[in-house]
Nanobody, 123 residues
C-alpha cells in the first residue's frame, strides 16, 4: 500500500518562503512515478484542485501553472522517496491546502494522494 505524506505548511506572511515536502512510502518504485503538487483554494471543492507543479520520474522535466512560474520550484530526491515544493515570494492568493500526488503511468490520472497540508499567506 502506497502512502503519501505532506509536511511543511503553516501560516506565513506575504513575501515569505516555505518549502513543502512529500514522502512516498510503501513501494520501491517511487523513481518511476511522476509527481505533482496540487492546491485546493478556499471556496473550491477538492475536485477543483489546481495543478500547481509537476515533475517527471527522473526530475528533468517540470511544469508550473502560470501563476507560480518564477516563484515556485518543484524538485525530487529519488534516494529519499521525496518530492519538494519550494515556494518563494508567497502571495495571499497562494493560500490553500496543498496536496502531493503520484502518477504511475504518465499522462493518466494521479493514483496516490496525500492528505494535504495547509498553507495560509497573510497580507
Amino acid at each position: 500500500q502506497v502512502q503519501v505524506e505532506e509536511s511543511g505548511g503553516g501560516l506565513v506572511q506575504a513575501g515569505d518562503s516555505v518549502m513543502l515536502s512529500c514522502v512516498v512510502s510503501g513501494r520501491r518504485t517511487f523513481d518511476k512515478y511522476a509527481m505533482g503538487w496540487f492546491r485546493q483554494v478556499p471556496g473550491k471543492e477538492r475536485e477543483e484542485r489546481e495543478c500547481v507543479a509537476t515533475i517527471n520520474y527522473s526530475g528533468d522535466t517540470t511544469y508550473y501553472t502560470d501563476s507560480v512560474k518564477g516563484r515556485f520550484t518543484i524538485s525530487r530526491d529519488n534516494a529519499r522517496n521525496t518530492v519538494y515544493l519550494q515556494m518563494n515570494s508567497l502571495k495571499p492568493e497562494d493560500t490553500g491546502v496543498y496536496y502531493c500526488a503520484g502518477q504511475v503511468v504518465a499522462g493518466t490520472k494521479y493514483d496516490y494522494w496525500g492528505q494535504g497540508t495547509q498553507v495560509t499567506v497573510s497580507s
